[in-house]
């Protein structure tokens, strides 16, 4: 394809009709053998000080699903659901692929995203959250592999955060309500609503978002969404999960296994587990809950069953066209669905999300 000749979607900017010719979806990837695994866990904490044992803690978990995170396919089946979408829907968009920690990396994708003569890119991101790892990370790949490749590159502007999309939001909902149909319907009353996130340093919690804590308010706000539409006459917290780093540094607390602990001691009899901070059912999700959460329950002697991510549910899919349309048609502003409160923009401040020193 020659450069340029691919202007297929315009969107009204503060300088004019911006044109994109191609989508990107960018994801955290994941190792798809066992000799991955821990080359993988070694991209994905370099510069983080995690000790060694709590590597080789983590690459046990892959190796306990045979070296293979579900993530890297989660991803194909969202590709070929998305792509089908467009076509259906009249989005002439190419769509890409490209990893933060694993193939494929984002910086190949971007080289061939040029040689296909592509100059400005939109890209969907697989998290629905502000704060570093959920937002500015992903920006800072963008930028380290668009300089990898070259004054060439194309142009790529993330799409906005999605944590109150009803495409978000309302699988969310059908997952809880599913979950709680296989407990005990006479025991619904002591039943306990536990939605999880991947838990962060407090440093990045309070740095999320151009004022603070953006992370801990969009999670709330998702989770007040689905209670109130779910379960509103169940109790329900938001807890956190698959915490890594350094012992000394703070992290957002309880864990869900601490937390589910507690809940005996309240008459809490059932639990459903909705890990409402994730789009797919990777590695985090299978093995930090379904693994180890539901050991923990059988134990206290709670019953347990885990909510569903929204995965490739036809609304979670059709709500990646929406983001686009929002950029690329005129009308954009007046397209946006939203279910909740907190301020939402396009385009992040530069100063958002500016992660804390890391102690020494």
Known sequence: MARGRRQVAEASGKNGAMAYDAMVLVSFGGPERPEDVMPFLQNVTRGRGVPPERLAEVAEHYQHFGGVSPINQQCRDLLAAVRDDFAANGVDLPIYWGNRNWDPMLADTVAQMRD?????????????????????????????????????????????????????????????????????????????????????????????????????????????????????????????????????????????????????????????????GFVSDHLEVVWDLDTEARETAKQLGLDFARAATPGTDPRFVAMVRELVRERTDPAGATLRRRLGDLPMWDTCPTDCCVPARRPS
């Open 116 to 276: 296909d003569g592509v100059e400005r890119a939109l890209a969907f991101v697989t998290s629905a959250l502000g704060g570093y790892s959920s937002c500015r990370q992903y920006q800072e790949d963008i930028a380290a592999a668009r300089a990898a490749v070259g004054p060439d590159a194309p142009v790529i502007e993330k799409l906005r955060q999605f944590w109150d999309h009803p495409g978000f939001v309302e699988p969310h909902v059908d997952a809880v309500r599913t979950a709680l149909a296989q407990l005990d319907p006479a025991r619904r009353d002591s039943t306990r609503i536990v939605f999880t996130a991947h838990s962060i340093p407090t440093s990045a919690a309070a740095a999320a978002g151009p004022h603070g804590g953006r992370y801990e308010a969009q999670l709330a706000e998702t989770a007040r969404l689905v209670h109130a539409a779910a379960a509103p006459d169940l109790a329900y917290d938001l807890v956190w999960q698959s915490r890594s780093g350094p012992p000394q540094v703070p992290w957002l607390e309880p864990d869900v296994n601490d937390h589910l602990v507690e809940l005996p001691g309240q008459g809490v009899t059932g639990v459903v587990v909705s890990p409402i």
